[in-house]
């Protein structure tokens, strides 16, 4: 006779309420680990593309200020009352505004290739203005761009033909009237000191590419080098 034996029955055993509490507990601190890691990397890469965004909005404002200062021709102008203002004038914290050549024109609409153009601080902004005429009537608006944000001082500096910086053109030492400030040529070089909250104080330095400007139908601008043709109106 064969008597089978019995296995003891097998108990069935699940996790107590302390386990289950220490594995949420374990997964709880991964989460806020992981979160954590998250979180700084999206922090850096806000603060990555910011910086770039500002940079870049520098790099543009730079580039700017070269090509209209690349570009300046010693053309006087009527401002909104009539009165006659130099070819280029400025002051050492206050606005500069001079008359720049090689303004495109790829639409050929009916105005001159020369442009009269401002730079100046306002409410914590390099400004940068610019009219479409030259010599302009009351009424005339300028076109107003903000070049550059987040400025909190601007300082101007003119060089002279003897290389001697000045701090207002044109300098007290070659005009003193009006009559004799106009017919002052625009500065050898323009050095531009901007203090910024961000990068501190920024100094450019640019040589002006300066051609005197004649008067006729067709304006001719002449240099030792080249011949450009441009209109004035």
Request: hydrophobic share 35%; aromatic share 10%.
């Given at each position: 006779?064969i008597?089978?034996?019995?296995?003891?029955?097998?108990?069935?055993?699940?996790?107590?309420?302390?386990?289950?509490?220490?594995v949420?507990?374990?997964?709880?601190?991964?989460?806020v680990l992981?979160?954590g890691?998250?979180?700084?990397?999206?922090?850096?890469?806000?603060r990555?593309e910011?910086a770039?965004?500002?940079?870049?909005e520098?790099?543009?404002?730079?580039v700017?200020?070269?090509?209209?200062?690349q570009?300046?021709?010693?053309?006087?102008v009527?401002d909104n009352y009539?009165d006659t203002?130099?070819?280029?004038?400025?002051?050492?914290?206050?606005?500069?505004?001079?008359?720049?050549?090689?303004?495109?024109?790829?639409l050929?609409?009916?105005?001159a290739?020369?442009q009269r153009v401002?730079?100046?601080?306002?409410d914590g902004?390099?400004?940068?203005?610019?009219?479409?005429?030259?010599d302009r009537?009351?009424?005339?608006?300028?076109?107003?761009?903000?070049?550059?944000?987040?400025v909190?001082d601007?300082?101007?500096?003119?060089?002279?033909q003897?290389?001697?910086?000045?701090?207002?053109w044109p300098s007290?030492?070659t005009?003193?009237?009006?009559?004799?400030?106009v017919?002052?040529?625009?500065?050898?070089?323009?050095?531009?000191?901007?203090?910024?909250?961000?990068?501190?104080?920024l100094?450019?330095?640019?040589?002006?590419g300066?051609?005197?400007?004649?008067f006729?139908n067709?304006?001719q601008?002449?240099t030792?080098?080249?011949?450009t043709?441009?209109?004035?109106?």
């Amino acid at each position: 006779m064969i008597i089978a034996r019995q296995r003891p029955p097998i108990r069935q055993r699940g996790f107590t309420l302390l386990e289950i509490i220490i594995v949420v507990a374990i997964f709880a601190i991964f989460a806020v680990l992981a979160y954590g890691g998250l979180d700084s990397v999206l922090q850096t890469r806000t603060r990555v593309e910011a910086a770039q965004q500002r940079l870049a909005e520098v790099q543009k404002a730079y580039v700017r200020l070269r090509d209209d200062f690349q570009q300046v021709r010693d053309r006087p102008v009527r401002d909104n009352y009539g009165d006659t203002e130099p070819g280029f004038e400025g002051a050492d914290n206050a606005a500069v505004e001079f008359t720049r050549g090689g303004w495109p024109n790829p639409l050929y609409l009916p105005r001159a290739s020369l442009q009269r153009v401002s730079y100046r601080l306002e409410d914590g902004a390099l400004h940068r203005l610019s009219w479409r005429i030259l010599d302009r009537a009351q009424d005339t608006q300028p076109v107003d761009l903000v070049l550059l944000t987040g400025v909190t001082d601007l300082q101007w500096r003119f060089m002279d033909q003897q290389r001697q910086w000045q701090t207002r053109w044109p300098s007290l030492n070659t005009a003193t009237t009006q009559s004799q400030a106009v017919s002052v040529p625009p500065p050898l070089g323009i050095e531009i000191s901007l203090t910024t909250k961000d990068y501190g104080k920024l100094r450019f330095l640019f040589r002006l590419g300066v051609d005197p400007v004649t008067f006729s139908n067709s304006t001719q601008t002449t240099t030792t080098t080249t011949t450009t043709t441009e209109t004035s109106q």
